[in-house]
C-alpha cells in the first residue's frame, strides 16, 4: 500500500503528499475524500467505515478492509478496462460510497483523475475524460444543456447509479453511440455488482466468483465471499437468469397481491408509460386494501389532474393491460412524497 499513488487533476500524490494537502485547509467539498485517502494509504490494516445512503433504510456504519476495497476497484477496473491511461471524473460526494471507490479506482489504476464539486451538471468545462459515473438527475440535466450534450457524447464508458433511470431518460440515452450502462450494487457490496448495457435488460455481473440467487419471494440473494462472510438478501424482486445475470423487476415493498397473483408496481407502471397515456413523473402505482381481491392496483395522481375526463382514461388504460392487472380505480392526493436521495415513496391505501 504505501508504493501506490493517484493522480488527481495532472498532480501525483502519495501519502506525505495528501497529508500536506489535507493538512491546508481544502474545500469543504473535498475534505471526506482526502481523509478516505490517507486511510486508504495507510500501510495499516485498520478497516475503513462506510455510511450506508439510507435509501431504504436508517443509515448505519460498514466496516471494509483496504483488500475488499481494491478488490472492488479491480473488478471495475478489468470489467471496464480502466488503466493508467484513462482519465476518471469523479463528480460524485465523497461522503458516500460511490465517490469514495471512484477514487480507489483511480489508485489502482493509477489513473489521472480529474475531481469537481458535486452537482447537477459537473461537466462544464471538462474534457478528455474516458470514464465517468452519474445519477440519473445529473444525466437528466447534463442532456438538457446544449453545451454539456456532447461532452457527454464523447466520454467512451459512464456508468449510471444512485436510483432507478426513468424511461424516458432511458429512450433518450439509446440514441447515444458510447458505453452507457446502468448499475445494481449498493454500500454493503462496495458499489456495483452489476451492469447492463442501456436498452438492454439483462444485468450481468462483474465479478467472476460471484453468485445470484433467489429466495422465497423471488427477491435476489448475493453471494460474494470475498466481500462479505455473508450471503447478502435484498428487497428486490428479480426475474432469475443465471448465476451471473438476472432482469431487476422492482422493490418487493412493491408488489401487489390481487386474489394470489402478484403484480410488480414498477412493471405496471412501464406498460402505462409506453401506451402514452399518462407521463412518467405525473403518477405512480400501489395498492389498496380490497375485501374480495386482498389487494387490488390502482393510480395516484395528484388533485390538481382531478378535473380531467378520468372514466375514460381509466378505461384507455385498462384496455391496454391483461386482465389480472386491470387498475381499479384513480387515487388523488395532494402531493407526492420523496426520500432524502430523491426517490418516490409508495403510500399505500
Known sequence: ??????????????????????????????????EFLIQLLDPSDTPIKFISSGTTGVPKEILFTKEQILYSAENTCRYFDINHTSTLLLCLPVDFVAGRMMMARALYAGSPLVWTEPSLNPLKGIEGIQFAAFTPAQVATILADPTTRPIFASIPTIIIGGGEISFPLEKELKTFSNKIFATYGMTETLTHVAVR?????????????????????????????????????????????????????????????????????????????????????????TSQKDAKFGQVPVIVLLKQEEEKPMAELLTSINRMLNKHETVKHIIFIDKFDYTGTGKLIRSKF
Open 1 to 34: 500500500m504505501k508504493d501506490r499513488f493517484l493522480y488527481i487533476n495532472g498532480l501525483k500524490y502519495n501519502a506525505p503528499q495528501v497529508m500536506e494537502e489535507w493538512i491546508s485547509t481544502p474545500p469543504v467539498w473535498k475534505e471526506k475524500g482526502w
Open 197 to 285: 448495457r442501456i436498452g438492454e435488460p439483462t444485468y450481468q455481473a462483474i465479478y467472476s466468483d460471484i453468485v445470484f440467487s433467489v429466495d422465497e419471494h423471488h427477491c435476489l440473494c448475493i453471494d460474494l465471499p470475498k466481500m462479505s462472510k455473508e450471503k447478502l438478501f435484498t428487497k428486490d424482486v428479480i426475474e432469475w437468469k443465471s448465476e451471473k445475470s438476472f432482469v431487476w423487476k422492482g422493490r418487493y415493498d412493491h408488489v401487489i397481491n390481487t386474489g394470489g397473483i402478484k403484480l410488480q408496481a414498477e412493471v405496471l407502471e412501464k406498460k402505462i408509460l409506453d401506451t402514452g397515456l399518462l407521463v412518467e413523473g405525473k403518477f405512480y402505482i
